[in-house]
């Protein structure tokens, strides 16, 4: 996608009424006809000189919007970070310093999701076996520690996150500690999830549970085992189906 090929409107939105001249300038010239000279110069490589310029001028405030913008234009994490070093020897340690606590947040990698259940480490990602998104599962106590009668872990669903259709042979009890979402029985309306629900799950029921797409959700899950560890997974919940439960509230 050619992103420099957009509108600017930043100028104008910020200092239109202010300093209609100088936005008129960053909009139609500097971004207009300059950012938009992609034959004689790449907008990668033009974002490369300019956040260099701006880390050497020690410009932060600027530097934001122009390693999203680089990001865009192709940079990735591994690169912005040899830039950064590679900076650090001609404009200043500090100034690397600063640059990279601002790169880190822009160039997050997925796995470094701020994401948390608020009270444990989140564990580790999910199966895409089991789950749909990005879904963090911490077990806490372990079949073994519980003579084969339970299974609890705490769940953390990133928005959008959710398990596939399911059932569970003995049933399950959800405990939503923190955040939104849904669980729902195939057939019935979906149920909203908020701090302090509690769903008791009948066995061998149809039903999936997950975020909503704006918001995480928390669960502590109790699997019933009795002996049988066996949850059957079914179909991923399509976007179709996860669109229609969202759109009910
Ligand atoms: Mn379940």
Not at 180 to 188: A, D, F, P, S, T
Request: with cysteine.
């Amino acid at each position: 996608m050619n992103n420099n090929a957009k509108k600017q409107t930043a100028g104008r939105n910020a200092l239109g009424v202010f300093a209609p001249k100088f936005a008129e300038l960053n909009d139609d010239v500097l971004f207009g006809e300059i950012w938009s000279r992609e034959t004689e110069l790449s907008p990668r490589d033009r974002s490369i000189v300019t956040v260099t310029a701006l880390i050497s001028g020690g410009n932060f405030e600027q530097l934001t919007f122009h390693l999203n913008k680089a990001k865009e234009n192709g940079i990735t994490r591994s690169e912005i970070a040899e830039i950064i070093t590679h900076l650090a020897f001609y404009t200043g340690w500090p100034k690397a310093w600063s640059a990279f606590n601002i790169a880190k947040e822009i160039f997050k990698d997925e796995n470094e999701s701020s994401v948390d259940n608020g009270i444990w480490d989140k564990g580790e990602k999910g199966s895409s076996d089991w789950f749909t998104g990005t879904v963090w599962v911490k077990p806490l106590l372990t079949p073994d520690e519980m003579e084969n009668l339970y299974n609890i872990g705490c769940v953390t669903f990133e928005p959008g996150g959710r398990t596939l259709w399911h059932t569970h042979p003995i049933g399950q009890t959800l405990l939503v500690i923190e955040g939104k979402g849904w669980y729902r029985e195939r057939g019935k309306a979906a149920r909203l999830l908020t701090k302090g629900s509690v769903v008791a799950i009948p066995k061998n029921v149809e039903h999936w549970h997950g975020a909503a797409k704006e918001s995480k959700l928390v669960h502590i899950a109790i699997s019933n085992m009795k002996g049988s560890s066996n949850v059957t997974w079914l179909n991923p919940v399509t976007e179709e189906e996860y669109n229609e439960v969202n759109n009910q509230n």
